[in-house]
């Protein structure tokens, strides 16, 4: 099957939506215009899983999904109407909380290192690796909790417990007291709290064990399953989870491509910082989108409100969101990872790190080294291709800064040179504090504009340029034409909707600010950082209407407990301060109900219209710009998602396909019926034209008159044609409103042009007010002659 014209992304959950019900959407997501159907992790994972992400067994499809022959039939249905299927895999990890759900790592604890599947897991041996080269796994809740420990002897084998937790326990070693039986294993149960761990895991997850993919039996077994699918022809791509996590990702990737073959799709969750190039030597199609996401959103925040939200931020927090502030304390967070939750993976290199460098410096200076480093590198990993040459520039510098680090750099240097174990260990912990420092604390502190902290995102980069913008996208349609691009993931901290509409704040700084100082005085919130950052995502989810019902209400303190314990700042996960979690609650109640709800509500209703304007804009330039655009499950109507597990709420289809009856052209209200149109016109028009978007052309279409600031658009077309799709979409339309259009034109190329979205034709120099009356968006498809539209499809 060529590759797809767009996807759609489907969270399937055993207890809410099984492969059984994908098939059963078949029909809707045909009708939509997609082409392939894109799934989360469908092989076994822990029992109750509802994200698939913690595989037990890569050897089969989960039974709780509907196992192998609902898989087979969903295939088999989307197949015979021309369309595909995408299966997302996990190669980095698999689920250990549960060991007797995993026969492999069950296997390995109870017979050690004589298991066969002992090379399987990146596990620590090592003599010297605080347990005595036995499996550290942190489960105790306490040093002194080994006394909790008891011998179940109720099954046909006797297993050691721990309150709920199971361990087996090796033949004939099962007799005497609990804790003698205990220290006879070949792992070593631990204190949470100890710094130990004996496994790689999956970021500071204790219940992912990282597997070997480098070892091709490990590549073999775990890839056993998906093999199947490409012998059976059930599948027609993959999305690659986490591949920077493995000891060498291009070489994987190499043997993925070898195994799934040329002809099918492949992407990557690799997540680039701003301006760092994908590897073109990966024999892959591109990444999963976060890079397109960040210019697709960025080119609607107005950036002429920077200075404005800055001083608010300064002002409620005592810092400065600026890029200076935003490098240091990145630096500085990333630094506190490496000594914090993932201690235990940098404590494991710097032993690496002595041992291959083959000096006598001490350990503590070697961790010093390498914290200082992994804090100040600027990419998950820097061993691909385009980024030669970083560990040694961000070395250099370090050394030049810091010379009281020189015994530690000078054995990290010689280790990074051997190219052994220390450089594959060096690359997987720099990803790792990334993700940990960066996206999962640092997106949760600035305060500034939260709309711009996603993954993949640069918040010290206030907004992109249309000039940026254009360039990025042109870049892609030449480079990676089949790349993934997308607005919502299940990773995404908000969903697009939500970013859209607190994107508008930056057109209105002085009026937010004024707001902020309403509510902070009838209501102060319990912290300053907090408080700026929460009112912020409050604005983005709060209904029109101004009813908060309990489901939305839960849904908000859920939020704000994760962002609070993810910042870090008064609380956490790991020390929890129960006082002032509580306050935040209670401060939240407060104001969802009463005066300040009332207040709310006002200035939702007023700048509402400029983010659902937004939202149609960035959706458009989405669907119809270079990539395949993946549409994340219920994106197609509005959605007011937050940060996981809010954006894997099941999705009700019965409603979606009530909208595919109405043809009339829709309002911008709460129905959601706007962007349903926009949605389902794109999408069928990338059906019925492959080659104008995959590999097709790209050019800007600019505007002319007093407003034309305020227009962004681009045509698509055929390599060997002329274009014959222009986007066209309105920027900063509450700005706007205080000018109008005035003269703004747009000048488009020769022939007859018919808007998809209200049926209206148009042709020569056409004035914006005409083309955006209805609608802030506009979908231009060339006719050929009267009354023939070319790729003609109902819309």
């Not at 399987?120 to 040093?143: C, H, T, Y």
């Not at 790349?483 to 057109?507: C, N, Y």
């Not at 919130?525 to 029109?544: A, I, K, M, R």
């Not at 042009?753 to 060339?782: E, K, N």
């Amino acid at each position: 099957m060529p590759i797809p014209s767009s996807t759609y992304r489907l969270q399937l959950r055993g207890d809410q939506f099984t492969l059984d019900d994908a098939r059963e959407i078949v029909d809707y997501l045909d009708d939509l215009g997609v082409t392939h159907a894109y799934l989360s992790p469908i092989l076994s994972a822990t029992g109750g899983s509802t994200h698939g992400y913690d595989v037990v067994d890569p050897t089969t499809v989960s039974a709780a999904l509907g196992g192998r022959e609902a898989f087979e039939a969903l295939a088999a249905e989307l197949h015979s109407r021309g369309m595909g299927v995408i299966v997302d895999i996990v190669p980095n990890h698999v689920g250990v909380d549960d060991p007797r759900q995993n026969a492999w790592w069950w296997d390995v604890l109870g017979k050690g290192r004589l298991s066969e599947y002992a090379d399987f897991f990146d596990i620590d041996w090592a003599p010297d690796n605080g347990v005595d080269g036995k499996i550290a796994l942190p489960v105790l809740g306490s040093d002194e909790d080994s006394k909790e420990l008891t011998v179940d002897r109720s099954g046909e084998k006797p297993l050691l417990a721990y309150y709920e937790h199971r361990f087996p326990i090796a033949d004939g070693t099962g007799d005497g007291e609990p804790e003698s039986v205990h220290a006879r294993q070949a792992y070593r149960l631990v204190s949470w709290k100890a710094g130990l761990v004996g496994y790689r895991r999956f970021f500071s997850v204790n219940g992912l064990a990282g597997l070997r993919q480098e070892d091709l039996d490990v590549f073999t077994h775990s890839h056993s399953q998906v093999a199947s699918w490409m012998t059976d022809g059930l599948v027609d791509g993959l999305r690659v989870d986490h591949p920077d996590g493995l000891a060498d990702p291009a070489t994987y990737l190499i043997e993925l491509r070898e195994l799934i073959g040329q002809d099918r799709w492949l992407v990557i969750e690799k997540i680039l910082a701003r301006g760092e190039p994908l590897d073109e030597s990966l024999p892959v199609d591109g990444t999963t989108g976060y890079d397109a996401l960040a210019d697709l959103g960025g080119v609607f925040v107005d950036a002429s409100g920077a200075d404005a939200l800055l001083e608010l931020s300064q002002a409620r927090t005592g810092t400065s969101d600026d890029a200076s502030w935003l490098h240091s304390t990145e630096e500085a967070l990333k630094a506190s990872v490496a000594r914090g939750d993932l201690a235990p993976e940098v404590r494991r290199l710097a032993r690496c790190v002595i041992r291959e460098s083959g000096t006598a410096v001490d350990l503590e200076p070697v961790i010093d080294a390498i914290v200082a480093v992994v804090a100040r590198m600027p990419y998950y990993r820097s061993d691909y291709a385009p980024l030669a040459g970083t560990i040694a520039r961000v070395i250099g510098t370090l050394a030049q800064e810091k010379p009281d680090l020189g015994d530690g750099i000078d054995a990290l240097t010689s280790a990074l040179i051997s190219d052994g174990e220390s450089a594959v260990r060096f690359e997987q912990v720099c990803g790792a504090v990334t993700a940990k420092g960066v996206e999962d604390c640092l997106f949760y502190r600035a305060t500034r504009l939260v709309s711009l902290q996603e993954v993949g995102g640069d918040p010290g980069s206030f907004g992109v340029s249309p000039a940026a913008f254009h360039l990025a996208n042109a870049d892609r349609a030449v480079r990676w034409p089949a790349a993934m691009t997308t607005l919502s993931t299940h990773d995404t901290k908000r969903g697009e909707d939500v970013r859209a509409r607190i994107g508008v704040l930056s057109q209105t700084p002085q009026l937010w600010a004024r707001c902020i100082a309403d509510w902070e005085l009838l209501a102060p919130s319990p912290d300053g950082p907090s408080g700026l950052f929460l009112w912020q995502n409050l604005f983005g989810v709060w209904p029109v209407d101004g009813r908060i019902d309990e489901e939305l209400r839960s849904r908000i303190h859920a939020y704000a407990e994760k962002a609070l314990r993810e910042a870090g700042l008064r609380t956490s996960w790991s020390e929890p301060d129960e006082a002032f979690e509580k306050s935040v609650h209670a401060w939240l109640d407060s104001i969802l109900q009463g005066t300040i709800a009332d207040s709310v509500t006002m200035l939702v209703a007023r700048l509402d219209p400029h983010g659902r304007s937004d939202s149609l804009g960035q959706k458009l330039l989405h669907l119809v710009g270079p990539g395949v655009p993946d549409v994340y499950q219920g994106t197609e109507l509005w959605e007011d998602s937050l940060v996981d597990p809010d954006n894997r709420r099941p999705v009700d289809y019965t409603v979606r396909r009530q909208r595919l009856a109405d043809t009339s052209v829709p309002l911008i209200d709460i129905t959601g019926a706007a962007k349903f149109r926009v949605v389902r016109a794109a999408l069928r028009l990338r059906r019925d034209r492959p080659d104008s978007f995959v590999g097709g052309t790209y050019a800007p279409v600019n505007a002319t008159g007093s407003a034309s600031t305020h227009v962004i658009g681009f045509a698509r077309g055929p390599v060997t044609g002329n274009p014959d799709v222009i986007a066209l979409a309105t920027r900063h339309s509450l700005t706007l409103a205080s000018q109008g259009w005035g003269s703004t034109s747009v000048v488009l190329p020769e022939g007859r042009w018919r808007d998809r979205l209200t049926d209206t034709v148009y042709s020569g120099d056409i004035q914006a007010d005409t083309v955006f009356a209805a609608l802030p968006v506009a979908l231009l498809v060339r006719e050929i002659s009267e009354g023939e539209i070319l790729g003609e499809h109902d819309a």
